[in-house]
């Protein structure tokens, strides 16, 4: 359970420049698609991995791709997501710093079988040191021939430009992004029409993520079926998880999806445990998944060990269950608050709310005023069922996820820790304190565990 | 959303901007990557390097030297500075300390170092101090998570952050002369 199709290079020194990555091999999933392959085959390639997109939807590639409008004569584009701002996560981060050229290999191969001749790489402003990383990359790729007009002597030309944001969460949704791209302010827009049709420029338009976009590299070379092999049932492949929190051995792991989560939150090859005391809670996707208390994250509610897949990991729907999300991992241990980390996601919710649409503007403003009494000692047991109200009125109410995501952590909070809350309410003296756990964890009263 | 300064809104008493020469041709090289009549499309990257040739704020007479350039309304530079959370739109000090408060990171420490930043610097999140070296903001998760808890001060992270080694890095910024720049290569 350790193959690495995307970090198998990451200790070798000078990968990051195109020398080394071309001896360890890189490169050559442009040679064969371009020289060998057609577009549509390098698209029947990427459907029969079964990739499904990393960015935290786990949408099919294959399929977005092949829903891509094909007018002719209207330029076609590829925009790489590189905005990762979901609390959590940083393996896109890792991934660019350590291989700037995986990313530009699979920019290379995938604009090829899109059709499209100018793609962008649009990254959080806040990771300009990395954007210089991915320029010189670009620049070594295009003065090799990787890159510019006439690639590999076979027609093809492709241009790719990096562009910075400058400080939004809200960029990462995807039309939120196109709309930043297009030197406006970041409002979602209002789906259909979808990219694919309607994208940047009004072209049609593939956004996938960074590491979408890197395993398209494994997958061209070894060819679909092969990167299927990996995994368990519509989960396919490996997938980077990025792990924080209270756990021994923080940092970009590449797993196997199928990995159990025990063995993913517990051994040294991992995660390495809890840091000296016992673990609480997990988010395993990155703030916008539902939290989850440690049990229910090792075994599902039947009692099954659960595994890092899409299917495992939201088994139970939203009763007992969560996300892979982006792969953004962070463990509580019985130190931290609930109701402290429930209001700090909703500042952000709060923050990052673009404001268009009321339930999600309002909604969260609300929510943190409701849960920042609460985590003060100030809050009255009808705010935990105020709390609910809310946040049932915003999911689905709105133009784009980000109020979904708004949402859900506080209702997994209260479904999950609710006797918690309570707490609060019966001992405001007790929680004043920020660090009102360390001394005297909270003791949960344990559920029945058939829901 | 938004920056988390007031904004200044006037030019009374703010000083003027000009671009420089290498600024200009950096802005014009921008501006010529985007498909023809999509020059907009180089709003963002261009508002950096104002900010960054105006003492680390975008000032009126900045921004509406942006829209000159760019052939833009004034208004459609203004709406789009204020959304981000990277645009200053009042003065800063020459170092901008910013703490992540995220989640993930409060998780391994994020708010003791704040409140540890708070009284160092004798200052409130928000607030410059008096010298005009440092400002401190206190800003969402920067995809450094496992490394936190952590600051960013232009373009350089700095994690794994304890008390003492905030306390070496305020000293070392004190004697920089140079501004930290989110443009800085
Ligand atoms: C509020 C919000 C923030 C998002 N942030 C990101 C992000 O930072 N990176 C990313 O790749 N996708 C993000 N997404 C998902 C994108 O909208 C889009 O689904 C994704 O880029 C598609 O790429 P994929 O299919 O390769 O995952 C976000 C979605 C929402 C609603
Ligand atoms: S849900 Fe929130 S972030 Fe998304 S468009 Fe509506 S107001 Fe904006
Ligand atoms: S939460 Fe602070 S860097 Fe991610």
Redesign the pocket.
């Known amino acids: 359970m350790g193959r690495k199709l995307l970090l198998e290079h990451e200790n070798v020194p000078g990968i990051a420049g195109l020398e080394v990555y071309r001896a360890k091999g890189g490169y050559r999933s442009v040679e064969k698609a371009l020289r060998t392959m057609s577009p549509e085959a390098v698209v029947e390639e990427v459907k029969k991995s079964g990739l499904r ?5 786990g ?1 099919p ?1 294959g399929m ?1 791709w092949s829903f891509l409008a094909k007018p002719p004569g209207v330029p076609r584009y590829l925009v790489v ?1 590189a ?4 609390p959590g996560t940083f393996k896109d981060r890792y991934l660019m710093e350590r291989i700037p050229h995986l990313l530009i290999e699979g920019m290379i191969t995938s604009s090829f079988a899109l059709g499209a001749n100018l793609a962008f790489i649009y990254i959080r402003g806040e990771y300009f040191h990395v954007s210089r990383i991915l320029e010189r990359a670009i620049d070594e790729a295009r003065a090799a021939g990787w890159l510019g007009r006439n690639i590999l002597g076979t027609g093809y030309d492709l241009e790719i430009h990096v562009q910075v944001g400058a400080g939004a ?2 960029c ?3 039309t939120a992004l196109l709309e930043s791209l297009e030197g406006k302010r970041g409002n979602p827009r209002i789906k259909p029409p979808f990219p694919a049709v309607k994208g940047l420029y009004e072209c049609p338009t593939v ?4 590491e ?1 976009i890197a395993a398209v590299v494994p997958i061209v070379n070894d060819g679909g079926e092969e990167y299927a092999k990996i995994g368990v049932g519509r989960s396919t492949g490996t997938k980077l998880i990025s792990a924080g929190g209270n756990i021994r051995r923080p940092g970009v792991y590449e797993i196997e999806l199928g990995v159990s989560c025990d063995e993913f939150i517990n051994s040294d090859q991992w995660c390495g445990g809890v840091d000296g005391r016992a673990f609480k809670a997990v988010v395993p996707g990155g703030s916008s998944v539902p939290i989850v208390p440690y049990e229910l994250f090792l075994r599902t509610a039947a009692g099954e060990p659960r595994l890092m897949t899409y299917e495992s990991l939201s088994d139970g729907g939203f009763a007992t269950g969560t996300m892979l999300g ?1 792969g953004g991992f962070y463990a509580y241990n019985d130190a931290q608050c609930i109701v402290r980390s429930t209001w700090n996601h909703t500042r952000f919710y709060r923050h990052e709310s673009c404001g268009q649409c009321s339930p999600c503007r309002e909604g969260t403003g609300w929510m943190e005023k409701v849960l920042h009494r609460l985590e003060h000692g100030e809050g009255r047991l009808e705010d935990i069922d105020l709390l609910w109200d809310i946040q049932r009125r915003i999911e689905g109410n709105t133009i ?3 109020g979904d ?1 708004a949402a859900w952590p506080v209702a997994s909070a209260i479904r999950h820790f609710r006797d918690e809350f309570e707490f609060h309410v019966r001992h405001p003296r007790k929680v004043k304190d920020p660090r009102h756990f360390e001394k005297e964890p909270f003791v949960r009263t344990p559920k029945p565990a058939a829901v | 959303m938004g920056a988390t300064l007031k904004a200044v809104t006037t030019t009374e008493g703010v000083a003027p901007f000009a671009f420089s020469e290498q600024a200009l041709a950096e802005c014009r090289a921008i501006m010529a990557r985007y498909p023809e009549g999509r020059s907009k499309s180089a709003l963002i990257p261009i508002l950096h390097i104002a900010q960054a040739g105006n003492d680390g704020w975008l000032s009126v007479p900045a921004m509406d030297a942006v829209a000159a350039l760019m052939g833009l309304q004034p208004i459609e530079v203004y709406e789009v500075a204020s959304f981000y959370s990277m645009f200053n739109l009042r003065p800063v000090g020459r170092h901008v300390l910013e703490i992540c408060r995220t989640t993930p990171c409060m998780l391994r420490g994020g708010d003791a170092l704040i409140a540890h930043a708070e009284k160092r610097l004798g200052i409130h999140v928000g607030e410059t101090t008096r010298d005009g070296l440092f400002t401190l903001k206190a800003v969402e998760c920067l995809g450094s998570c496992g490394t936190a808890p952590m600051l960013q001060c232009g373009a350089k992270y700095h994690e794994d952050l304890t008390p003492e080694a905030f306390d070496a890095l305020i000293e070392q910024l004190r004697s920089t002369a140079l501004r930290s720049n989110y443009t800085d290569r």
Do not use: H, Q, W
Request: charged share 25%; aromatic share 8%.
């Open positions: 997109g990393r960015g935290g939807a949408f590639t977005k997501n905005d990762e701002s979901e969460y809200i990462g949704e995807e956004v996938n993520n960074v979408t982006s784009c996820p980000l995501a």
